[in-house]
């Protein structure tokens, strides 16, 4: 009896092992076949910025070099101090740094105003407003591209950043929708409360939707900052004197009709590169809820 | 003075609520009311009249009717390069896109570990900004000699010419549009994580295996996605512009085979200072984007499932 009750339980659970043990293996296979596609797609997607990080501490002689070189010996460290004088580049990132936070700021202030107006104040033109802001994301930036050139040629705007900066203070329609559906999100009741004591629409704005608001409105200062960090046909349309380049038009100097300076090129792309890599790495969770937020009408 | 303050202040007290919910709705959306009518309908309307004259940006424009329509399609072989190269674009890089970003997305919502990691890896791109990127590329796809002819010289051959002749340059590019899918993998995988499970459960009693499931219970709830990263899509490629113009300064090189529509357009707006002809040019892509657009939201009813019911 004894002996039967302390062989039984064993049994049992050599059973259950056993099932556990299969579908253990199953597990550990299907996980296997998912890294085994997913490792190379990563290998394939790091590749540009691999090669790019691996040229930038590269001697001159090794770019070409078969079979070629990923980790460089020695590293040219030189290459980065010597990107940096070989053009202006601290004037082009402070050029480029300053469009951004104007844009940045004006964007914000703006869109979020509009949404606001559009979210939580009940007038009889939000909904004809709203269309009208969804269509222009249907809008081929082309159509409007000339003649806001006149426009601002006229106003004497043309080679100044203003062109690059002034429109973004009236609001951007992305920005606007992402965040109207956020501040949908906030129950009515808080406004209803306190417009009954009396608050004004801009305190209620102020300090009740706001504070509240403030990943949405991350959202929102990162996705601009960064547009505006990787703006080409911008500057290529309005900045002609060099002084005024922001950085994506100044990285051509390293290129001359003799060629590029590929080891230069690359240490200036990895440090235009790196300041958004780490503001992704660190932000990442308002970086995903933000592009699921864009997708959440679809 | 003082009078008008305190009547004023009465009458505002008077006022309706709704009418305050008007003044007040208008307010806070004047900004970008403004913003509408300067930097969206104005020049719209404006694009519209440039595209029926003669303008170079300087003189007054010379009213021309429908002559820059008539030249596009008549005799400007350049504008039907364009065209074709930018179809082309489109019709390949769509799908691959799509079909990529959705198998990643589906790899990376298994409960695997690092998916962090492999998410922010498949991101990188999206963030390297264009210039770098695409001198990047250019110098990896340097034929016979940089990185991606490595494979090809392991077998003694000399590997594609890549981005150097016509009937290469157009598959590269759309091989190299498919690098920047980070953002729509994270649309994807946001859906995929939306799936509710109970569905799977139903399916698993029903003794669904991994196929049927994934055809009749994921593909379906996804549709959504697919539907706004088309739409997104088929504008984002009929504007494909900085990539091909940084690699090529907008030349077309090869043989007019990297020459997309919204570079033709650019250079015939800021290169030969043609306003009007560009103007003509917007506005046909304008009409064709709203034609595409209208047909994929016409034909949503018929594939596109919705989980609340209703759209």
Redesign the interface.
Same mark, same amino acid.
């Given at each position: 009896m004894a002996v039967e009750s302390r062989q039984l339980p064993p049994t049992l659970a050599d059973g259950q092992s056993k099932r556990l043990l299969i579908k253990r293996v199953k597990g550990a296979v299907?996980?296997v076949l998912?890294?085994a596609?997913?490792i190379p797609?990563?290998f394939?997607?790091?590749?540009?910025?691999m090669?790019?990080l691996s040229?930038s501490l590269k001697p001159d002689v090794q770019?070409?070099s078969?079979?070629?070189v990923l980790i460089p010996s020695p590293l040219q460290w030189s290459n980065f101090p010597d990107a940096v004088t070989y053009i202006t580049f601290f004037l082009y990132m402070r050029n480029t740094l300053t469009i951004a936070v104007l844009a940045t700021v004006g964007v914000l202030l703006?869109?979020s105003?509009?949404a606001?107006?559009?979210a939580r !104040?009940?007038?009889?033109?939000?909904h004809i +407003?709203f269309i009208? %802001?969804l269509a222009?994301l249907?809008?081929?930036?082309? $159509? %409007?591209?000339?003649?806001?050139?006149? $426009?601002f040629?006229n106003f004497g705007w043309v080679n100044s950043w203003l062109p690059l900066i002034v429109?973004h &203070?009236?609001?951007g329609a992305l920005y606007?929708f992402l965040l109207r559906q956020f501040f949908m999100t906030i129950p009515m009741e808080l406004s209803e409360a306190a417009r009954i004591d009396g608050a004004s629409?801009f305190k209620i704005?102020y300090s009740i939707l706001l504070p509240l608001s403030k990943p949405a409105l991350a959202t929102v200062a990162i996705f601009e900052f960064?547009a505006r @960090?990787?703006d080409?046909?911008g500057p290529l #349309?309005y900045l002609s004197d060099q002084e005024l380049y922001t +950085?994506?038009l100044g990285?051509?100097e390293y290129q001359s009709q003799y060629g590029?300076e @590929?080891g230069l +090129?690359?240490a200036?792309?990895v440090m !235009?590169?790196l300041p958004?890599?780490l503001l992704?790495?660190f932000l990442?969770k308002i970086?995903?809820q933000g592009?699921?937020l864009?997708?959440i009408?679809? | 003075m003082a009078t008008t303050v305190v009547t004023e202040g009465l009458q505002r007290r008077r006022l309706s609520q709704g009418t305050r919910?008007?003044i007040?709705?208008?307010?806070?959306?004047s900004?970008?009311?403004?913003?509408?009518l300067?930097? &969206?309908i104005?020049? %719209?309307l404006?694009?519209a009249y440039?595209s029926f004259t003669k303008y170079n940006?300087v003189r007054d424009p010379v009213w021309t009717g429908i002559a820059n329509y008539v030249e596009l399609f008549t005799s400007d072989g350049e504008f039907l390069d364009a065209v074709y190269n930018t179809v082309y674009f489109a019709v390949v890089s769509i799908p691959l896109a799509i079909i990529f970003a959705f198998g990643?997305a589906l790899?990376?919502n298994?409960k695997?570990?690092a998916q962090?990691v492999?998410?922010?890896?498949?991101?990188?791109?999206t963030? $390297?900004?264009?210039?770098?990127?695409a +001198? $990047? &590329?250019v110098?990896?796809f340097?034929p016979h000699?940089?990185?991606i002819a490595?494979p090809f010289?392991?077998f003694g051959s000399r590997g594609p010419c890549w981005l150097t002749c016509a009937e290469w340059a157009r598959p590269t590019l759309v091989l190299l549009a498919l &690098?920047i899918i980070?953002?729509q993998i994270?649309?994807y995988l946001?859906?995929l994580q939306d799936v509710p499970q109970d569905l799977y459960d139903a399916a698993d009693v029903d003794g669904a295996n991994f196929f049927t499931k994934f055809l009749n219970v994921t593909v379906p709830i996804l549709t959504?996605?697919i539907?706004?990263h088309l739409v997104t899509s088929v #504008?984002g490629a009929?504007?494909f512009?900085?990539i091909p113009?940084?690699m090529t300064g907008g030349t077309g090189f090869p043989a007019n085979s990297t020459l997309f529509y919204?570079i033709y357009?650019?250079k015939n707006?800021?290169h030969y200072l043609e306003?009007g002809y560009?103007?003509a040019?917007?506005?046909l892509?304008?009409m064709f984007?709203?034609f595409v657009?209208l047909f994929i939201w016409r034909s949503a009813r018929w594939w596109v499932f919705y989980a609340g019911g209703e759209e």
């Open positions: 299907r996980s998912i890294h596609g997913l797609a990563a394939i997607f790091l590749l540009p910025f090669w790019m040229t770019f070409y078969y079979p070629p703006s869109s105003l509009v606001y107006s559009l !104040i009940p007038w009889a033109g939000r +407003l009208l %802001t222009t249907m809008l081929p930036f082309q $159509v %409007t591209m000339i003649p806001l050139f006149i $426009v040629k429109p &203070w009236f609001g606007i629409e704005y960064i @960090w990787r080409y046909i #349309i +950085l994506s990285i051509y590029a @590929w +090129l690359m200036a792309s !235009i590169t958004i890599i992704f790495f990442q970086f995903v592009i699921a864009t997708g009408k679809g | 919910h008007t007040n709705g208008l307010l806070f959306a900004p970008w009311i403004f913003g509408l300067a930097f &969206w104005y020049p %719209t404006a694009s440039y940006g990643l790899m990376l298994a695997i570990r962090v492999y998410r922010t890896i498949y991101f990188l791109p963030l $390297v900004p264009e210039v770098a990127l +001198l $990047v &590329w110098f990896i340097t000699s940089g990185l490595a010289r392991a &690098w980070g953002q994270i649309l946001a859906g959504p996605v539907f706004f #504008i009929l504007n512009f900085a113009y940084i919204s357009l650019y707006a800021f306003m560009a103007s040019m917007a506005w892509l304008f984007t709203l657009t």
